[in-house]
């Protein structure tokens, strides 16, 4: 896309406007959990996740948002 320069394929503007709203609102260092989950996960945490999938869900109901850019996919309900 911009061959490794993110400010071809993004104006500084639009960049320093997105990592404004997380600095201002104290909200950065959440908005990396779900990565840093996926990296710290070890391999008892995938035999588990692949353990309830296997054994099913809860009734709870619950949602989430999924983006294009994700870097995972979630597991779909059971």
Known sequence: MGGGDIERRFPKDD??????????????????????????AGALRWMEEAARKWLGSSETPAAFALFPADIFRPLRAV
């Open 15 to 40: 960049l320093l406007t997105q990592v404004m709203i997380y600095w201002v609102t104290g909200t950065i260092e959440s908005s990396f959990q779900p990565y840093r989950d996926v990296v710290d």
